[in-house]
Nanobody, 126 residues
Framework: QVQLKESGGGSVQAGGSLTLSCAVS????????MAWFRQVPGKERQAIAL????????SYADSVKGRFAISQDSAKKTLYLRMDSLKPEDTAMYYC???????????????????WGQGTQVTVSS
């Protein structure tokens, strides 16, 4: 089981930026996909940025496309989410997650991810 730990959340004004980090205990390039999800109370957890390490393909939710960027540093065993032009509607708990994937298929369903971090809160004020 992979251990994940998020950091970097906080409070920021609208238009500001934050970078979230996810420390990964075991870094597997082959057959590994990771994603950032977010969740607000009363709503389902939503995949917002996904990456396949082996194939290098990326995918973003429409709500964050052009503003958020997912990246990874294998030497540091860390996944990142750079968030720019933040909006109040980006306020949520953010989670990183990992799953075994085939041919880099990026799955948006949270139930298909085996490993999760504890989350980090992002609050954007207007």
């Amino acid at each position: 089981q992979v251990q994940l730990k998020e950091s970097g959340g906080g409070s920021v004004q609208a238009g500001g930026s934050l970078t979230l980090s996810c420390a990964v205990s075991e870094w597997n390039v082959e057959g590994e996909c990771m994603a950032w999800f977010r969740q607000v109370p009363g709503k389902e957890r939503q995949a917002i940025a996904l990456i396949s390490f082996e194939y290098g393909n990326l995918s973003y939710a429409d709500s964050v496309k052009g503003r958020f960027a997912i990246s990874q540093d294998s030497a540091k065993k860390t996944l990142y989410l750079r968030m720019d032009s933040l909006k109040p509607e980006d306020t949520a708990m953010y989670y990183c997650a990992a799953r075994s994937c085939i041919r880099g298929y990026l799955d948006r369903y949270p139930a298909r991810y085996q490993d999760w971090g504890q989350g980090t809160q992002v609050t954007v004020s207007s």
